[in-house]
């Protein structure tokens, strides 16, 4: 089993910044993708942005710009460094990878950080 645990969300003024992490841990063969999606209230969850093992980066058009997404591939470890935060922004934000645990390969996903952006 793989777990995923992510920290650093809050509350924070529009123009802010906040990084989230995401560490994954538990019997973990190697991960591919990993990613970051947010739900807001009353809207499905979205991609935000996602990063391959090799460091590949995409963003939503929304977030381009302000957001970066990076991870320390030795520590099992994905980042979002949020900048130039709108309240639009304001969402649960989710971790998600793809892993092998040992021989088999499926989606995990953390249990969701709380990001809100005053205005």
């Known amino acids: 089993q793989v777990q995923l645990v992510e920290s650093g969300g809050g509350l924070v003024q529009a123009g802010g910044s906040l990084r989230l992490s995401c560490a994954a841990s538990?019997?973990?063969?190697?991960?591919?993708?990993m990613g970051w999606y947010r739900q807001a209230p009353g809207k499905q969850r979205e991609l935000v942005a996602g990063?391959?093992?090799?460091?590949?980066?995409h963003y939503a058009d929304s977030v381009k710009g302000r957001f970066t997404i990076s991870r320390d591939n030795a520590k099992n470890t994905v980042y979002l460094q949020m900048n130039s935060l709108k309240p639009e922004d304001t969402a649960v934000y989710y971790c998600?990878?793809?892993?092998?645990?040992?021989?088999?390969?499926?989606?995990?996903w953390g249990q969701g950080t709380q990001v809100t952006v005053s205005s």
């Open positions: 998600n990878a793809d892993c092998f645990s040992g021989f088999a390969r499926r989606d995990y």
């Open positions: 538990g019997i973990i063969s190697s991960i591919n993708d």
């Open positions: 990063i391959t093992r090799g460091g590949i980066t």
